[in-house]
C-alpha cells in the first residue's frame, strides 16, 4: 500500500509540474516571441493551422479565432507606455490616429480576456464610431467612472487588457508591424 501511494504521489507531483510548465509557456509565448512597438505587443505567427502548438494554445487562450496576419494583425497591451500594469482603478487615455487599415478597432477586456460587464454595454471602439479632433487625432478613456467624450468603462474588473484589430492592413504594415501607428497609453489619476 504504501508503494502505491508512493507512486502515486509521484504521478501527482508529475502531472501538476508538467500542467503548470505547459501554462507557464502558453502565457508568455506572445509576450517572448511577438514584435513590440511601445506598449503593444502582437505575435507575428497568430492564426494558420501551421503554427507551434504552443502559439496555437495562446490563441485559443487569449484570442480566441484569430485570424492569419495576411488578414489581421492584432496588437494587445497590458501595460502603459511607461510600463506599468493596466489597472482598473486608474484612468487611462489612449490618443491616436487612424492606423492605415481598411477597418480598425480598440476593445477593452478584462485580464482574464473575456469583455468587461458594464451597464453601458461599450467595449469598443472602431474608425467609424471614433470622434476625432479637428487634427484627426481620436481621446479615448479608459476608466471606471464616467468620462466625457468616447469612453471604455472598467466595471468591477481588477486587471486589464486592450486589443488593437488592424483588418486588411496597409501592406506596408502587413510586411512589417511595427511600422504601424498604435495609440499611446498613458495613466492619469489612480482611486484605491
Known sequence: MRRILK???????????????????????????????????????????????YTR????VGALLALNRSETIYFFADSD?????LDA???????????????WSITLYAGDHFLIENAQN???YN???????????????????EQPGDWLPTGQAESLVLVVRLYNP???IAADPAKAALPSISRGECRS
Do not use: M
Open 170 to 172: 496597409a501592406a506596408e
Open 89 to 103: 482603478n486608474c484612468t487611462y487615455t489612449l490618443e491616436g490616429r487612424d492606423p492605415a487599415a481598411r477597418w
Open 7 to 53: 507512486w502515486l504521489a509521484i504521478a501527482i507531483v508529475g502531472v501538476a509540474l508538467g500542467l503548470g510548465s505547459a501554462a507557464l509557456a502558453v502565457t508568455q509565448v506572445v509576450k517572448r516571441s511577438g514584435l513590440h512597438v511601445g506598449a503593444w505587443s502582437t505575435p507575428l505567427d497568430a492564426g494558420g493551422a501551421d503554427r507551434g502548438f
Open 81 to 85: 507606455d511607461e510600463g506599468r500594469a
Open 57 to 60: 494554445a495562446a490563441v485559443a
Open 122 to 124: 461599450r467595449w469598443s
Open 127 to 145: 474608425g467609424a464610431n471614433v470622434a476625432r479632433a479637428a487634427d484627426g487625432r481620436f481621446h479615448i478613456k479608459v476608466a471606471k467612472a
